[in-house]
């Protein structure tokens, strides 16, 4: 499996789904709309950790709920040197719009620090979530984590790695994960952002998610676009099969046509009807966590 890297020039898709390709596009998709509605951010900039970018946006719907509704952590991606979390207020309302108490975290990037600074930092923003979603409607029993692009690679690094969770007291705290477009087994490194990030690791199999699969993992939820040229779409496959090989459970959904960017954009209104992938990670964890 080969990652191009994340802000590769090269790609010019022809719809606005290229937005998502880096982080300043995305502020114009932010803001452009339009949205879902009867949502609220509830919080904004909730301290997770010490640093500048350990903080974390809560949001909500605003219905009246007979019961806690189930929690969703957001993953940005950005090649785990670039994001921000005010830019995905799109995604995070469409999530909340169909139920859930979302959570979406900064987390501390290349080269201000290397793997698994930033694996931590999902961590840590996922046990706080757990800890505070009571105070938002939320059930803690009944969380979910997910991502995008590097986004997914944390969200399945702390759904698959026990030890992660683990160091924050939280090792049962995730229920299920899903993951778009997501890097799941990218050795040998062979690009800038994945050597920048993981090249300092002593052992690199230790960063790879599919050296994690295990019979008792969360259930999981893998999508990719069939014409992904950041990610290939093997590796969702590849995850998948190796979780039914020990036993696991997880779902590949592939997406004909469907780009490293449209797999995110999608989830906002503009892009909801070339493919349902909102539609489809919302049953997944609808089922999953009740």
């Known amino acids: 499996m080969r990652?191009?890297?994340?802000?590769?020039?090269?790609?010019?898709?022809?719809?606005?789904?290229?937005?998502?390709?880096?982080?300043?596009?995305?502020?114009?998709?932010?803001?452009?709309?339009?949205?879902?509605?009867?949502?609220r951010r509830a919080a904004h900039n909730l301290s997770y950790g010490p640093d500048?970018?350990?903080t974390l946006d809560v949001w909500t719907p605003l219905a009246p709920s007979t019961g806690p509704r189930p929690v969703l952590v957001f993953f940005y991606g950005g090649g785990w040197y670039a994001g921000d979390k005010d830019l995905y207020g799109w995604a995070?309302?469409?999530?909340?719009?169909?139920?859930?108490v979302v959570v979406v975290p900064d987390y501390r990037l290349v080269p201000e620090v290397h793997f698994p600074a930033f694996i931590e930092d999902a961590a840590a923003a996922t046990a706080?979530?757990?800890?505070?979603?009571?105070?938002?409607?939320?059930?803690?029993?009944?969380?979910?984590?997910?991502?995008?692009?590097?986004?997914?690679?944390l969200a399945m690094m702390i759904a698959l790695d026990r030890r992660y969770m683990a160091a924050v007291?939280?090792?049962d705290l995730i229920k299920a994960a899903a993951?778009?477009?997501?890097?799941?087994?990218?050795?040998?490194?062979d690009t800038p952002s994945s050597i920048n990030a993981f090249g300092?690791?002593?052992?690199?199999t230790l960063t790879q998610p599919v050296s994690f699969v295990r019979a008792d993992a969360p259930p999981i939820w893998a999508g990719h676009g069939t014409t992904d040229k950041i990610v290939h779409a093997e590796d969702t496959t590849i995850l998948c099969e190796r979780m039914h090989a020990v036993g696991g459970r997880c779902e590949a959904k592939l997406y004909p046509g469907l780009s490293h960017e449209?797999?995110?954009?999608?989830?906002?209104?503009?892009?909801?009807?070339?493919?349902?992938?909102?539609?489809?990670?919302?049953a997944f964890f609808h089922r999953e966590l009740g």
């Open 200 to 204: 300092r690791a002593p052992d690199l």
């Open 128 to 153: 706080m979530a757990g800890r505070i979603a009571a105070q938002y409607g939320g059930d803690p029993a009944r969380l979910g984590v997910m991502g995008h692009s590097a986004g997914a690679h």
């Open 262 to 282: 449209d797999l995110i954009a999608t989830f906002s209104p503009l892009f909801r009807k070339k493919a349902p992938v909102l539609d489809d990670v919302v």
């Open 179 to 189: 993951g778009l477009a997501g890097p799941y087994d990218f050795l040998p490194l």
């Open 169 to 171: 007291e939280a090792p």
């Open 92 to 100: 995070a309302q469409a999530l909340a719009a169909r139920g859930f």
């Open 52 to 54: 500048d970018r350990q």
């Open 3 to 39: 990652i191009w890297g994340m802000t590769r020039r090269g790609l010019l898709v022809p719809t606005l789904g290229a937005l998502a390709a880096a982080c300043s596009p995305l502020g114009l998709l932010n803001g452009l709309g339009p949205r879902d509605g009867g949502v």
